[in-house]
T-cell receptor
Framework: RKEVEQDPGPFNVPEGATVAFNCTYSNSASQSFFWYRQDCRKEPKLLMS???SGNEDGRFTAQLNRASQYISLLIRDSKLSDSATYLC?????????FGGGTRVLVKP | DTGVSQDPRHKITKRGQNVTFRCDPISEHNRLYWYRQTLGQGPEFLTY????????KSRLLSDRFSAERPKGSFSTLEIQRTEQGDSAMYLC?????????????FGSGTQLSVL
């Protein structure tokens, strides 16, 4: 089993709609959680950290469920520019472990 | 430009040749990571430095791979006797702080193609 798993998608989303997807992790001792965004042929960039109480940044909401060992990302009012691959990342020891990414395609 | 820089951006080499990549992290960052990414996959951890000390290496990293970070500044990743399976994007990232709170800043990567 992979340490961090994501549905690869793609999630085809009409512009203006809401999309949500999860990321599961296997190490119950993981301390910190992040969502990164990666555009095609570009490097990953931090989108947001995920806190135990959940957090919101504009149209983006991230939540953590420690009991079930998953984190989620919800995007409201999707824009065409939200089309990207969303990578979840989990700390374990000294390193950040990434999932395989969820591809989101927002269409007009 | 004060971001993470990597050189070269692209490298094409023949199987069996040695290649070396360079990464210059953000100057105040004490942690430096190397990741490898293939198409459709997430970044895979290769190795990690805190200052000049290499603290962890992935089991993915065979003895053909070696990384250094002299003086805790820039880092190099060398692959000896390249194989076609080494073809990938090699990403460098830097951060400052503890693993629990740090946020990684990635360079644009070096795309390696082994023919």
């Amino acid at each position: 089993r992979k340490e961090v798993e994501q549905d690869p998608g793609p999630f085809n989303v009409p512009e203006g709609a809401t999309v949500a997807f999860n990321c599961t992790y296997s190490n119950s001792a993981s301390q910190s959680f992040f969502w990164y965004r990666q555009d095609c042929r570009k490097e990953p960039k931090l989108l947001m950290s995920v806190y135990s109480s959940g957090n919101e940044d504009g149209r983006f909401t991230a939540q953590l469920n420690r009991a079930s060992q998953y984190i989620s990302l919800l995007i409201r009012d999707s824009k065409l520019s939200d089309s990207a691959t969303y990578l979840c990342a989990v700390t374990g020891g000294n390193k950040l472990t990434f999932g395989g990414g969820t591809r989101v395609l927002v269409k007009p | 430009d004060t971001g993470v820089s990597q050189d070269p951006r692209h490298k094409i080499t023949k199987r069996g040749q040695n290649v070396t990549f360079r990464c210059d992290p953000i100057s105040e960052h004490n942690r430096l990571y190397w990741y490898r990414q293939t198409l459709g996959q997430g970044p895979e951890f290769l190795t990690y430095f805190q200052n000049e000390a290499q603290l962890e290496k992935s089991r993915l990293l065979s003895d053909r791979f070696s990384a250094e970070r002299p003086k805790g500044s820039f880092s190099t990743l060398e692959i000896q006797r390249t194989e076609q399976g080494d073809s990938a994007m090699y990403l460098c990232a830097s951060s400052f702080g503890t693993p629990e709170t740090e946020k990684l800043f990635f360079g644009s990567g070096t795309q390696l193609s082994v023919l």
